[in-house]
């Protein structure tokens, strides 16, 4: 293991000070320390920002929703509010992980928490999101899990995040701090594609902290929503493939619809032309099917993840298929 110190902090600008300074912060350790154990990441410093009183869900502007950084994942997922208000946040952190993990798990580590691509763990092959310029065996190794869109040449990893898809599909906006001052992220921007730099996985810049998560007003798509998540085992498993529906219905007719995908690319995945081409239709399997055409145009496989080309289109019309039934609220594994 790499020396390293460790600072706990009581106070934003205290730690936003370590972090200008080159430290990295710690939230639930649930990723973090994973990675330092493997030696993919070796932080000289770790700030712990559990003590910064960032663990708030209340009231946003505009009829939304704010949620603390420091939030866990399982007070937001069960929080009243956010279960009535949008219960496909709550279906969607619920699909991830396990009950302990979610216990400690925050909402601002889960949104930077790295991809579960076997060779990024392995410090023994190369990697280029790990050490740049090193090759990406993923490409026709163990591909299984990997990215069928939005890949580049330099890499193919996908995002493993559960929430993140909710929050997408939601419009969330992350709002950041640093020692030089603050500012908002959509999330349609908050996570990038690999290009040519695999190695950074969002937008975030050095010394920014995370402070909380704006949700907008998004009412109209309460009553017709559904997260649906496609994996090798029922629990404790990342996604193959994951679909987040809302629908706003008129009868049978759709006025708006929200569609974002997991599993599938290095950001959460949404083509707001696939949404738009479901307005003013039926909600029918015809509708649904020609939507999820739009939203995996130009999806490719590596071979051994081939199968999720048919498997993306199955689960977003089934997620669509089941939104349009009405929302079945979350009833989760209880922490
Ligand atoms: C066995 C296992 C199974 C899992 N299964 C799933 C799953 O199915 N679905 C799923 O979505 N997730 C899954 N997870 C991942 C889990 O959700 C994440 O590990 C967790 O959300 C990370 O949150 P944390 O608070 O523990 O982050 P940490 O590990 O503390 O931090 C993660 C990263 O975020 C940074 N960070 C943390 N907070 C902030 C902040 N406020 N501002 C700036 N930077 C910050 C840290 O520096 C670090 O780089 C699984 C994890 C494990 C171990
Ligand atoms: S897909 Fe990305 S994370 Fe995986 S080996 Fe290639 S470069 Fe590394």
Redesign the pocket.
């Known amino acids: 293991m790499n020396p390293f110190t460790f600072t706990q902090s009581g106070d934003v600008d205290a730690a936003l000070a370590h972090l200008a300074a080159g430290a ?11 990675l330092m154990k493997e030696g993919v990441m070796r932080p000289g410093e770790l700030v712990d ?1 559990n003590g910064l009183n960032l663990e708030k869900i209340e009231d946003g502007p505009d009829k939304g929703m704010r949620l603390g ?1 420091l939030a866990r ?1 399982a007070d937001t997922a069960y929080h009243e509010t956010v279960r009535r208000r949008y219960p496909l946040l709550s279906s969607a952190i619920l699909a ?2 396990s009950p302990q ?1 979610r216990n ?3 909402n ?3 949104l ?2 790295r991809t579960r691509c076997y060779y990024f763990y392995d410090v023994g092959t190369p990697c280029n999101k790990r050490e740049p310029g090193s090759g990406c065996p993923a490409k026709d190794g163990l591909n299984r899990q990997l990215a069928i869109l939005g890949t580049s040449e330099q890499c193919i990893a996908t995002h ?4 993140c898809v909710a929050l997408r599909a939601l419009d969330a906006v992350v709002h950041v701090r640093s020692s030089k001052g603050e500012r908002d992220i959509p999330f349609a921007d908050f996570h990038r594609l690999p290009g040519d730099r695999p190695d950074l996985d969002t937008t975030l810049q050095p010394g920014e ?2 402070t909380y998560i704006d949700l907008p007003d998004a009412d109209r798509f309460m009553a017709h929503s559904a997260y649906i998540k496609v994996r090798d085992r029922l629990s ?3 996604a193959l493939v994951s679909v987040a529906a809302a629908l706003d219905l008129d009868g049978k007719t759709i006025r708006a619809a929200r569609i974002a995908m997991g599993g599938v690319a290095h950001k959460p995945w949404r083509v707001e032309e696939a949404e738009a081409a479901l307005e003013g239709k039926q909600a029918d399997e015809a509708a649904f099917g020609a939507a999820a055409d739009i939203l995996l145009r130009g999806a490719r496989g590596y071979g051994q993840n081939d199968f999720k080309l048919t498997l993306a289109r199955n689960a977003i019309v089934q997620a669509l298929t089941t939104a349009a039934r009405g929302t079945d609220y979350a009833k989760g594994e209880q922490r």
């Open positions: 990295r912060p710690i939230a639930g350790g649930t990723n973090l320390i994973d920002i950084a994942n991830g992980a993990l400690m798990a925050t601002g580590g889960n930077l928490q493993p995040s559960d929430m902290l995370i404790y498993a990342f």
